[in-house]
Antibody, heavy 117, light 109 residues
């Protein structure tokens, strides 16, 4: 199971940290990603981190603004989001893959982030 | 730029009918692997197919994937009422690691 938290309303230019709690599996054995979905729109992959945390990849749209990390001792995934704009408004899903290049076989229920003044 | 396209945008069908959804992956990617997801309103996506044709755990056999090269197809042999949803194609395994198509909505006719 994957459970996201930390969403909410944030002003443009602000920062927010999303968390994802993993349970029911050995989280260090899996890569974890964030995928977002703007209201009424399609899916957009945001970032992925390897099971060990040593490898990360980011979508061009968030590179330099978002930072992905994980704490396997706590089975937690974090997404630090900075310099937020209205275009970052979306539901953010945490998702699991076998590796950093495998599809997502388990998803959280999503958490809404709204960037607005 | 790597782009994944899906067609049609919307498919209007009745229960019991066959649904055929298309996905065209980007030829500029070094590797072309395709997965399919189903998403219902207010829910997270669910993995249906990976590696183009391998059903994920627990997925009914009315769902099948096929294709090669850059053209892939998701077929639902006989639509059940719970199959009306949006279906996303995902190209993976390359750089960037994951690209989603815009989705095909399968709606009740």
């Amino acid at each position: 199971q994957l459970l996201e938290s930390g969403g909410g309303l944030i002003q443009p230019g602000g920062s927010l940290r999303l968390s994802c709690a993993a349970s029911g599996f050995t989280s260090s054995s899996y890569a974890l990603s964030w995928v977002r979905q703007a209201p009424g729109k399609g899916l957009e992959w945001v970032a992925v981190i390897s099971g060990s945390g040593g490898v990360t990849f980011y979508a061009d749209s968030v590179k330099g603004r978002f930072t992905l990390s994980r704490d396997n001792s706590k089975n937690m995934l974090y997404l630090e989001m900075n310099s937020l704009t209205a275009e970052d408004t979306a539901t953010y899903f945490c998702a699991r893959g076998a590796t950093t290049v495998d599809p997502f076989d388990s998803w959280g229920q999503g958490i809404l982030v709204i960037v607005s003044s | 730029e790597i782009v994944v396209t899906q067609s049609p945008g919307t498919l209007s069908l009745s229960p019991g009918e066959r649904a055929t959804l298309s996905c065209r992956a980007s030829p500029s990617a070094r590797y072309i692997l395709v997965a399919w997801y189903q998403q219902k309103p207010g829910q997270a996506p669910r993995l249906l197919i990976q590696d183009g044709s391998t059903r994920a755990t627990g997925i009914p056999d009315r769902f099948s994937g096929s294709g090669s090269g850059t053209d892939f197809t998701l077929t639902i042999s006989r639509l059940e009422p719970e199959d009306f949803a949006i279906y996303y194609c995902q190209q993976y395994g390359g750089s960037p690691p994951f690209i989603f198509g815009p989705g095909t909505k399968v709606e009740l006719k």
